[in-house]
């Protein structure tokens, strides 16, 4: 079966029942934190699939991953389902489908600033609230730091970017020097 259309269905059912119980934003962060963790940690991954682990050990392992103690009964619930029916080859993708479909569903859009150095708090905000006046949603922001770049920034929201770093700019004066150059050859 095909791995997007059988994790969406799954995501769906969680945000359906998250809606249902008033909890959906402490599972989108749950959610989150399960993501972040399956990216920073991956045997996680791997602890998931064994086989020979018994499902109350890797139930134990998502709920940590989720928030520990604190992960709510509607997160924990989905993941003895997953783990259950056997599913849990698909528990990221489900986990990723919830995120995405939260996002739509709370019109947020995701966007990252990447710099040479720390940009403040100030920029960041009036960046935010621009976003937010041509969306109509909110936004989640995450910067970085990035020496490669040697100045300027690259600013992304959702599936737009917008590259006005210096060593873009170096790039493109190098194309089109070389491509000069061809002709006259």
Same mark, same amino acid.
């Given at each position: 079966?095909?791995?997007?259309?059988?994790?969406?269905?799954?995501?769906?059912?969680?945000?359906?029942?998250?809606?249902?119980?008033?909890?959906?934003?402490?599972?989108?962060?749950?959610?989150? !934190?399960?993501?972040?963790?399956?990216?920073?940690?991956?045997?996680?991954?791997?602890?998931?699939?064994?086989?020979?682990?018994? +499902?109350?050990?890797?139930?134990?392992?998502?709920?940590?991953?989720?928030?520990?103690?604190?992960?709510?009964?509607?997160?924990?619930?989905?993941?003895?389902? +997953?783990?259950?029916? !056997?599913?849990?080859?698909?528990?990221?993708?489900?986990?990723?489908?919830?995120? =995405?479909?939260?996002?739509?569903?709370?019109?947020?859009?995701?966007?990252?600033?990447?710099?040479?150095?720390?940009?403040? =708090?100030?920029?960041?905000?009036?960046?935010?609230?621009?976003?937010?006046?041509?969306?109509?949603?909110?936004?989640?922001?995450?910067?970085?730091?990035?020496?490669?770049?040697?100045?300027?920034?690259?600013?992304?929201?959702?599936?737009?970017?917008? =590259?006005?770093?210096?060593?873009?700019?170096? !790039?493109?004066?190098?194309?089109?020097?070389?491509?000069?150059?061809?002709?006259?050859?």
């Amino acid at each position: 079966m095909y791995i997007g259309v059988f994790s969406m269905r799954y995501a769906k059912a969680l945000l359906a029942y998250a809606n249902e119980s008033g909890v959906e934003d402490q599972v989108y962060e749950e959610a989150k !934190r399960l993501a972040d963790t399956y990216t920073l940690v991956p045997d996680l991954r791997q602890a998931v699939e064994n086989p020979v682990l018994p +499902v109350k050990t890797k139930l134990q392992l998502i709920c940590e991953a989720a928030g520990g103690a604190s992960v709510s009964k509607e997160m924990k619930r989905f993941a003895q389902l +997953v783990l259950q029916e !056997r599913r849990e080859k698909f528990f990221q993708f489900m986990i990723m489908s919830y995120i =995405d479909l939260y996002r739509k569903q709370k019109n947020i859009s995701v966007g990252k600033i990447t710099t040479v150095c720390p940009v403040s =708090d100030e920029v960041v905000n009036r960046i935010r609230a621009m976003v937010t006046e041509k969306t109509h949603g909110t936004v989640e922001f995450r910067t970085r730091l990035d020496e490669k770049l040697e100045g300027g920034f690259i600013f992304e929201i959702n599936f737009y970017r917008m =590259d006005a770093s210096i060593a873009n700019q170096i !790039r493109r004066v190098k194309r089109q020097f070389i491509a000069k150059n061809r002709r006259i050859v």
